[in-house]
């Protein structure tokens, strides 16, 4: 199968299971906070303190447990996820560096399966910390740096990617939006870095732009592809 179009495929598994995960998240986080946008999850990820751990999922699994098993529950279909969102982000770059007889584009494949294991190690710190008793200080160290890891990761991906539909001039429209949209996705992260409060919503749903972007220009070279050897 042609890589391009395993990359397809792979990808419009991805937004179905976007689609899915972000039906069955809980509507607020324990202690909501006025002008706070981020979904529960998103929030979760972003805990750096007991304080803020305590706002997001409550005082105890007693007195929260049908927000703590919502998240448990995400966070263990999550390990799904990132194996479909790993796979895909690393057949389009395989596919890419295979279409232009460029090894360097595997580097980013690379960093894609790195951001994936990053977010294994996040979710193992996630779904411990909804635990009473849990060891906080150094669960919230784990998640704090397995996050930024994820985060990152995707970010310099998103901007490989941009760059490679970018380079490919035989789509003029598509190839701008591309560049513009990883460019997006990287100031969004770093923004979200500086203000984990306020931007990481906007770093998110940029990151699910340039997968749409990635799974469209796939769907096309798949197709010229196919029409140009039948």
């Given at each position: 199968?042609?890589?391009?179009?395993l990359?397809?495929?792979?990808?419009v598994?991805?937004?179905?299971?976007?689609?899915?995960?972000?039906?069955?998240?809980?509507?607020?986080?324990?202690?909501?906070?006025?002008?706070?946008?981020?979904?529960?999850?998103?929030?979760?990820?972003?805990?750096?303190?007991?304080?803020?751990?305590?706002?997001?999922?409550?005082?105890?699994?007693?007195?929260?447990?049908?927000?703590?098993?919502?998240?448990?529950?995400?966070?263990?279909?999550?390990f799904?996820?990132?194996?479909?969102?790993g796979?895909?982000?690393?057949?389009?770059f395989?596919?890419?560096a295979?279409?232009?007889?460029?090894?360097?584009?595997l580097?980013?494949?690379?960093?894609?399966?790195?951001?994936?294991?990053?977010?294994?190690?996040?979710?193992?710190?996630?779904?411990?910390?909804?635990?009473?008793?849990?060891?906080?200080?150094?669960?919230?160290?784990?998640?704090?740096?397995?996050?930024?890891?994820?985060?990152?990761?995707?970010?310099?991906?998103?901007?490989?990617?941009g760059?490679?539909?970018?380079?490919?001039?035989?789509?003029?429209?598509?190839?701008?939006?591309?560049?513009?949209?990883?460019?997006?996705?990287?100031?969004?992260?770093?923004?979200?870095?500086?203000?984990?409060f306020?931007?990481?919503?906007?770093?998110?749903?940029?990151?699910?732009?340039?997968?749409?972007?990635?799974?469209?220009?796939?769907?096309?070279?798949?197709?010229?592809?196919a029409?140009?050897?039948?």
């Amino acid at each position: 199968m042609n890589k391009f179009t395993l990359a397809s495929l792979l990808g419009v598994v991805v937004f179905g299971m976007t689609l899915w995960l972000a039906l069955i998240s809980p509507e607020q986080i324990a202690h909501p906070v006025d002008g706070d946008t981020r979904d529960p999850v998103i929030a979760f990820e972003m805990v750096s303190s007991s304080a803020e751990l305590t706002g997001v999922i409550g005082e105890s699994r007693l007195q929260f447990p049908e927000l703590r098993e919502a998240l448990d529950r995400i966070n263990r279909i999550d390990f799904i996820y990132m194996t479909a969102y790993g796979a895909f982000l690393s057949f389009f770059f395989l596919a890419v560096a295979e279409q232009r007889g460029d090894r360097r584009w595997l580097i980013l494949s690379a960093v894609a399966i790195v951001a994936m294991l990053a977010d294994v190690r996040e979710n193992i710190a996630l779904i411990a910390l909804t635990r009473d008793g849990a060891d906080v200080v150094p669960l919230l160290g784990m998640l704090v740096s397995s996050t930024w890891i994820k985060w990152g990761g995707l970010a310099i991906v998103a901007l490989g990617a941009g760059a490679a539909i970018f380079e490919d001039k035989s789509m003029p429209t598509l190839r701008i939006i591309g560049l513009v949209a990883g460019i997006s996705v990287f100031g969004f992260t770093c923004a979200a870095w500086l203000d984990p409060f306020k931007f990481p919503q906007y770093m998110a749903l940029a990151i699910f732009l340039i997968w749409i972007l990635q799974v469209v220009y796939a769907y096309r070279v798949w197709q010229a592809g196919a029409v140009s050897g039948s």
